[in-house]
Every structure is written in C-alpha cells, then in structure tokens.
C-alpha cells in the first residue's frame, strides 16, 4: 500500500499525467483505488466491458488476446486505456506475470481529468499511437 506521498510521486512520473498540475495530481492520485492482484491473475477479458484503466505500481502485466502475447506493461505503464474511451468491450485480456500491485482510474475520474485539463488525452493519444505502431512493427517482423 502506497502512502500518500508515495503515490503522488509514483502517479506525477506515469507518462499520461506527465502534462497536469501538481494540484491536480493530489486530486487525481487521492481518488485512484489501489488494487492488488496475485500472479497469473486475470484482470480483465477480452470482451468484457471496460470503464477503467490501470497503472502498474509493482509486479508486470501481461495483454494478450489468447495465447498471443501483445504487450508487457512493468511498473508506472498504464493499460486499458481503450475501453474507457469508445465503451466498446476489450479488445485483449490483462493477466499479471506474478504478484501486482495497480491503480485504477475510473472513465468517469478520467473525464473529469480531460475536462480540467485536455493535454491527458493527447498524452493518452500519443501513447496509444506508439503502441499500435509497436505491434504494427511486431506483424510486420514476423
């Protein structure tokens, strides 16, 4: 369990809040739940409704559709970031690696967090670019 200093350092270092403002951050990073997940647990399937994203604090969390591996996310990555924007159903299951520790922000938390302050979502659509670009590379090598 994070104090609360630790998780207002840990979350201004997370890519996609890289651009708010200290006060914010103490808003944003006081309403985030901290869960707890063990190894090779499922966060979410592909196919469920999606209305939240996560942020690694600790352990790696793997997103895969299937046995087809296409991402890692280790500490202060964040993942599910496209369910909370179209409200369609995950496009890939989340599974930790081993003994994780997230945080979770709601689509209605992250609204407000663009309402304040619109360079999230251009953060958050920067970083969705570079992953599908990533996995575009990845198809592309095999």
């Not at 708010?20 to 739940?33: Q, Y």
């Not at 296409?70 to 369609?88: R, T, Y």
């Not at 663009?114 to 969705?128: H, R, S």
């Amino acid at each position: 369990m994070l104090t609360t200093v630790e998780r207002l350092l840990f979350v201004r270092r997370v890519p996609i809040f890289k651009e708010l403002r200290d006060d914010f951050i103490v808003r944003l990073a006081s309403v985030m739940d901290e869960l707890s997940f063990p190894g090779n647990y499922t966060i979410f399937n592909e196919g469920d409704e999606g209305r939240s994203l996560y942020i690694v604090v600790s352990g790696k969390v793997k997103v895969h559709i299937g046995k087809q591996q296409l991402a890692i996310f280790p500490k202060g990555e964040s993942f599910g970031e496209m369910a909370v924007f179209d409200a369609q159903p995950r496009s890939a299951s989340a599974t930790t690696l081993e003994a994780c520790e997230c945080l979770e922000l709601t689509q209605e938390q992250l609204y407000e967090a663009i309402d304040e302050t619109p360079e999230i979502a251009v953060n958050i659509i920067g970083i969705l670019s570079r992953r599908i670009r990533e996995l575009n590379d990845k198809m592309n090598a095999t």
